[in-house]
Nanobody, 126 residues
């Protein structure tokens, strides 16, 4: 079982980035995927997630209307399109997978996920 996150980088405020998460080795083709982030000195925060079967989608209020999560043509790939990035979006972003129905980004929701990728750094600075 492996999760590979990629796409991080440096961008100015207002810019865009797209993160990708590829899941491999799972018993299901399309595990539930969540994106989380951890800023320096802060705890881990749920950002967005997409459910396994019905592709239900949830966003944290802090990123709603700016970030878009989607499953690719390959069901084991999930992208996080981030637009209008702000300084406070700076963090290491992790994708996580659960082999259950549904997903969550609520506080404590990271416990829902069984597997975690290595993280990719997003830096928003002027």
């Amino acid at each position: 079982v492996q999760l590979q996150a990629s796409g991080g980088g440096s961008v100015q405020p207002g810019g865009s980035l797209r993160l990708s998460c590829v899941a491999s080795g799972f018993a299901v083709e399309n595990p539930s995927i969540g994106w989380f982030r951890q800023a320096p000195g802060k705890g881990r925060e749920g950002v967005a997630c997409i459910g396994q079967t019905d592709d239900s989608i949830y966003y944290a209020d802090s990123v709603k209307d700016r970030f878009t999560i989607a499953r690719g043509n390959a069901k084991n790939t999930v992208t996080l399109q981030m637009a209008n990035l702000k300084l406070e979006d700076t963090a290491v972003y992790y994708c996580a997978a659960a082999q259950y129905e549904g997903c969550t980004v609520l506080p404590g929701g990271d416990l829902w996920y069984d597997y975690w990728g290595q993280g990719t750094l997003v830096t928003v600075s002027s």
